[in-house]
């Protein structure tokens, strides 16, 4: 996370955004800007970092720049905000703990993969002897992480497919893309309200993942993540067989505590915890108060004492509550 700049320092480098977008030109004032933002110093000391949000304002049409994070790139759309990041600071936006999950072959499942930051991350970290199954029914995003693949050579481990993960298969609904520029996340089957319009939605097809032939017939896997704004649930439904017979080592979700899709894993014996980043720690979800938001971690019962015993010094204690 970039270092918070004061107001008046936020005024100031707003001004200083505007003066070089209007003498130089919005290219050249991008270069500019890419280059100040490349020096840890420079953005932790003089916040060069805030450069990139304003400049947001100025961008127009398609934005798409090729991010470099360390070993692979990604397609990104710079108006949106992880999108920036990605590409002014190297940000890889996966949380800390997936780096200590993913290992050389495994297999990574990415249902709501968005631009890609974690099919991507997962590729480069499998390697070619694992594999990635990206299911984005965004067009835009979709094509943006096909030609991501494309560019790291990651074909041999990771492939997209454009179908909705549900609880029925070949189903036709409607999918509400987002009218926000800066969040295409908010894009979902569920017509939830925030940053959807009526007007803008495209037809796609459900696929529940336990007929996907593929997926079906491996007998295990080491992550699944799903982040499907607020169809958590129906999803989960459709992978019920392989829950059930817990070929899913760890599912990383984003929820709301207290929801049906948490209670619905528990029922399957999945154990859950909050991913906290700051500092990186692990919070049981019978900890929680109903309504925390974020990404949680449900590990599955035949991994549960291997886990408790790496993370042990990243899961708080009931009595630091």
């Not at 070929?247 to 709301?256: P, R």
């Not at 549960?304 to 015993?309: V, Y």
Request: a neutral charge; aromatic letters at 10%.
């Amino acid at each position: 996370m970039e270092p918070m700049a004061t107001p008046l320092k936020e005024t100031l480098s707003n001004a200083a955004t505007s003066l070089l977008v209007n003498v130089c030109g919005i290219a050249t004032a991008e270069r500019l800007i890419y280059q100040l933002c490349q020096p840890d110093v420079l953005r932790r000391g003089f916040h060069t970092g805030s450069l990139a949000y304003h400049l947001m304002g100025h961008l127009k049409g398609n934005e798409v720049r090729l991010a470099d994070l360390g070993g692979y790139k990604l397609f990104v759309d710079i108006r949106e905000d992880r999108g920036l990041a990605s590409y002014f600071f190297h940000s890889r936006q996966v949380p800390w703990i997936i780096p200590e999950l993913l290992n050389p072959n495994d297999i990574f499942v990415d249902i709501g993969a968005n631009m890609g930051h974690w099919t991507l991350f997962a590729a480069h970290k499998i390697g070619p002897g694992g594999r990635v199954y990206a299911f984005e029914p965004n067009p835009k995003n979709s094509k943006m992480l096909a030609d991501s693949i494309q560019a790291n050579d990651f074909s041999r481990q990771a492939i997209v497919d454009g179908r909705a993960c549900w609880n029925v298969s070949n189903q036709k609904l409607t999918f509400f893309l987002s009218d926000n520029p800066q969040n295409s996340g908010t894009s979902s089957l569920i017509d939830h309200g925030v940053g959807l319009s009526p007007e803008k939605t495209i037809t796609v097809t459900t696929l529940r993942l336990d007929d996907h032939p593929e997926i079906a017939s491996r007998p295990s896997f080491r992550l699944v993540k799903i982040d499907v704004e607020r169809a958590e649930l129906q999803v989960l439904q459709g992978m019920e067989r392989l829950l059930s017979n817990a070929q899913v080592d760890f599912v990383t979700i984003e929820l709301v505590a207290g929801s049906e899709a948490q209670t619905w894993l528990q029922s399957k014996n999945y154990t859950g915890y909050w991913i906290r980043d700051n500092p990186p720690r692990l919070k049981l979800v019978s900890h929680l108060v109903a309504e925390n938001f974020g990404d949680f971690l449900f590990v599955s019962p035949k991994c549960l004492k291997a886990f408790e015993k790496d993370f042990h010094h990243r899961i708080e204690k009931l009595e630091k509550l």
